[in-house]
């Protein structure tokens, strides 16, 4: 009998990019919860949108509010037909609420793999950072997303059909997808119509620790310590991690069950500590009696979907699109 893998099997390029991923993001975090901002911004490598079509997909950004930032990069497929009506995937990138940026490489790249492949018209989310912006500004800024565009549709191309729209995001974007989407069930929207969500290994998280998260300790990207930085610098002062927006599931949790939630696609990986939260997460929206599908990745770390070396980060696309057109055939 094979014993279990006990570490991820991946390609040189990917090792040496997790590596230099994970020492980036470590030596920007400061014990004193502060980030080094000049110092995490020197390595992280920034697209510009590009009007012109590169692998089929253009890009351009949209400004909502200069005050604070907040900006969203909207993806389009050249390739569709000028009639077409595609759905829109309203994206909220990972970082652990603290870093990168819908500019960022990896996040453009992912972007665009959505764009072309599912296809659908993509909006990127800039959102605020932590610790300089604690929550709910990231939650605030994800819905005024939305609210801008059920206000203002014509700043989108004409091929967006805003009654099929999706919430998606990995990592932190993931539960900043869960949050936004409660807040659209709660205030209710005039034409953006969300009848999806897709959730990618999201960031969840609670005072116990959970059997991966002891077990897996040496992992890439994140592990139990870095999340409990992550917020530590993130929730109100005083609050620990089973505040509501952390642990979701837990006894302080937002009551969902009267609520029209999105049916939800979840993502986990085996060599990611963070998994038993994600589970319980997807187990809670059964529990309330919501549509939620589980899709595990056994072999794979947090945040393998960046990597488009990686068999499994198309296989991952694959069954994301598989999902769409399943829930825009049902809304019709």
């Not at 080094?36 to 079509?53: A, E, G, H, V, Y």
């Not at 091929?159 to 990592?171: E, N, Y």
């Not at 997460?281 to 070396?309: D, N, Q, V």
Request: with cysteine; hydrophobic share 40%; aromatic share 12%.
């Amino acid at each position: 009998m094979a014993s279990p893998q006990t570490k991820p099997l991946l390609p040189w390029k990917t090792r040496l990019a997790v590596y230099f991923l994970s020492t980036i993001f470590s030596a920007s975090r400061r014990s004193d919860g502060t980030v080094n901002r000049r110092l995490f911004d020197f390595f992280d490598s920034k697209l510009p949108p590009n009007p012109k079509p590169v692998n089929g997909v253009s890009s351009s950004d949209v400004v909502v509010d200069s005050t604070r930032n907040l900006w969203f990069r909207v993806f389009v497929p050249s390739s569709s037909d000028a009639d077409a009506k595609l759905p829109i995937v309203v994206f909220f990138h990972g970082g652990g609420f603290s870093f990168l940026s819908p500019a960022s490489t990896a996040y453009d790249g992912v972007c665009r793999s959505f764009c072309s492949s599912f296809p659908a018209v993509v909006v990127s989310v800039n959102y605020r950072l932590t610790p300089e912006h604690r929550y709910p500004s990231q939650y605030d800024d994800g819905f005024d997303v939305l609210k801008f565009l059920d206000e203002n549709d014509a700043v989108l191309p004409k091929i967006a059909d805003v009654s099929k729209c999706f919430l998606a995001g990995d990592s932190a974007g993931g539960n900043l997808a869960h949050h936004v989407a409660i807040r659209v069930c709660q205030q209710k929207l005039q034409v953006v119509n969300v009848i999806g969500l897709i959730s990618i290994q999201p960031f969840f998280g609670g005072e116990e620790r959970t059997a991966s998260e002891i077990r897996i300790k040496e992992a890439p990207i994140v592990t139990a310590e870095i999340a409990d930085w992550h917020w530590k610098v993130f929730l109100p002062e005083g609050s620990n991690r089973d505040h509501e927006v952390a642990n979701v599931s837990g006894p302080n949790g937002v009551d969902i069950s009267g609520l029209d939630y999105p049916n939800t696609l979840v993502f986990t990986g085996g060599f990611d500590p963070l998994q038993d939260w994600q589970k319980r997460y997807y187990e809670w929206l059964r529990k309330c009696g919501k549509e939620a599908s589980l899709i595990e990745y056994p072999t794979m770390i947090h945040g393998f979907y960046i990597f488009p070396e990686l068999p499994e980060a198309a296989q991952l696309i694959s069954q994301v699109k598989d999902f769409i057109t399943r829930q825009v055939s049902n809304a019709k």
